[in-house]
């Protein structure tokens, strides 16, 4: 393995995730990630320099659908629905403090 990549221990990723494991999940999980770093490395022997970059496989052009005015849901069932209302709104928690 390349230098970077043999750096790269399980142990250490779940110090940084804040994850606690066992010795037995530690050494699972230890295999699992070697076996898709050596992926990777078959994958970057391959000759990709003719091949132009892309965001996406296919071209993705506009596809927001048509803004047309349609049926909307009747105002009561909201309400109804709603977990807390007062005069016919809404009420939400305050999530900025002035």
């Known amino acids: ?57 296919f071209p993705v052009f506009n596809v927001f659908r048509k803004d047309e005015v349609g049926q909307s849901l009747d105002h009561a069932v909201i309400i109804a629905n709603a977990p807390a209302a007062t005069e016919g709104e809404i009420r939400v928690p305050k999530i900025i403090d002035q």
């Open 1 to 57: 393995m390349t230098e970077a990549k043999e750096g790269m221990d399980v142990g250490y990723v779940a110090n940084l995730a804040r994850i606690e494991l066992t010795e037995e999940e530690t050494a699972l999980f230890q295999g699992q990630l070697d076996q898709v770093l050596h992926y990777v490395e078959q994958l970057d022997e391959l000759d990709v320099s003719e091949v132009e970059p892309t965001a996406h496989a």
